[in-house]
């Protein structure tokens, strides 16, 4: 589980946006188009494979579902641990973000919502990459 301390206060409001996209059935959806992305494009092709189609599905549904406010928990390893091959750098993670509009647009999201699911991912990239989070003053 993320230590929720190391997670961005404005996350924890994101329920809503859980729900405006659709809740769980949106998020497997979500998910397998997500993963279909990742399979096609040639940074991530190979990467993808190794972990393969069921678990790396199964890691973004619940990557989704808790950064949306779906969960109040992240029901896998640790993000970082989970997503340490996937992503590595703040260029993957930009790439990576670049590929949500398209996955989200299999549920039919709003380009409202697309645009509030970005949000939502940058708020993460720092507990993903595992770089110091910035603590409020």
Do not use: W
């Amino acid at each position: 589980m993320v230590d929720i301390d190391n997670v961005p206060e404005d996350r924890m409001t994101m329920a809503t946006l859980y729900f405006e996209l659709g809740g769980l059935p949106a998020m497997r959806t979500t998910a397998h188009a997500l993963y279909d992305h990742l399979r096609e494009d040639a940074q991530f092709a190979d990467r993808a494979a190794r972990i393969g189609k069921s678990e790396l599905v199964g890691r973004l549904e619940a990557f989704l579902t808790f950064t949306f406010g779906g969960s109040p928990y992240y029901e896998g390893q640790s993000l970082r641990t989970d997503y340490k091959i996937l992503l590595q750098s703040d260029q993957e993670f930009d790439r990576f973000c670049n590929l949500i509009p398209a996955a989200l647009h299999s549920v039919r999201a709003s380009l409202a919502a697309r645009d509030d699911a970005i949000t939502a991912i940058e708020q993460m990239r720092n507990v993903v990459l595992d770089k110091p989070v910035a603590q409020p003053a």
